[in-house]
């Protein structure tokens, strides 16, 4: 990864651009630095995925984290902090090196 970010699980949306982030103030991103939340506060994303041949391409994106009232949602009621995405920055990981597009030589 290019820079360091945190991972979400997109299987975690609470709306159509929130997600799940962090049931703490603090948490670890790819690089292993401890990211301190405040709302407004910017946020590189990850989240698993696969190319077609099965190999790791993860997803990468831009956000925000805001704290999101989650009261009714009882199942996540101890996350303190979410990530309003910025879908126009999604992409895969390899769209950011394209000597690993995969292309014949």
Partial sequence: ????RVYVDLNEM????IVLLS???????S????LTFYEGMP??????DAAPGGETDNL???GTAIKY????????????WCARIDW????????????NSGAAL
């Fill in 1 to 4: 990864m290019e820079k360091p």
């Fill in 14 to 17: 609470v709306t159509d651009d």
């Fill in 23 to 29: 049931k703490d103030d603090a948490k670890a991103d």
């Fill in 31 to 34: 690089s292993g630095g401890i």
């Fill in 43 to 48: 946020v590189s994303l990850y989240s698993d």
């Fill in 60 to 62: 990468i994106f831009e």
């Fill in 69 to 80: 009232d989650l009261k009714r949602y009882p199942a996540w009621r101890h996350v303190k």
């Fill in 88 to 99: 126009n920055s999604l992409m895969h990981e390899s769209d950011m090196n394209p000597s």
